[in-house]
């Protein structure tokens, strides 16, 4: 049974990384397109919602960590 739940919180922390990882990157990503998306080639009128869909990603992927937490504390029980 020791194992069972040693690969239980193995496996949650990897979830939160990896959630954690694509909302930083997806923020990083909206910052990049608002500041420098003429730079990269990006239209000027196209800049602002795409800057806004990276924000939302991240803040979906963001609520989802705190979702599959929640999740994985009520299988525990």
């Known amino acids: ?8 919180e193995r496996s949650l922390k990897f979830v939160q990384v990896v959630f954690a990882v694509l909302a930083l ?5 909206a910052l990049a397109v608002s500041t420098r998306g003429v730079d990269l080639g990006l239209p000027e009128s196209s800049t602002y919602p795409i800057a806004l869909a990276f924000l939302l990603v991240g803040a979906v992927d963001t609520a989802l960590l705190f979702a599959w ?3 994985s504390q009520r299988t525990e029980l």
Not at 25 to 29: A, E
Request: glycine fraction near 0%; charge should be neutral; avoid cysteine.
């Open 1 to 8: 049974m020791d194992t069972i739940s040693r690969e239980r």
């Open 25 to 29: 990157l997806s923020l990083i990503s």
């Open 69 to 71: 937490e929640r999740i």
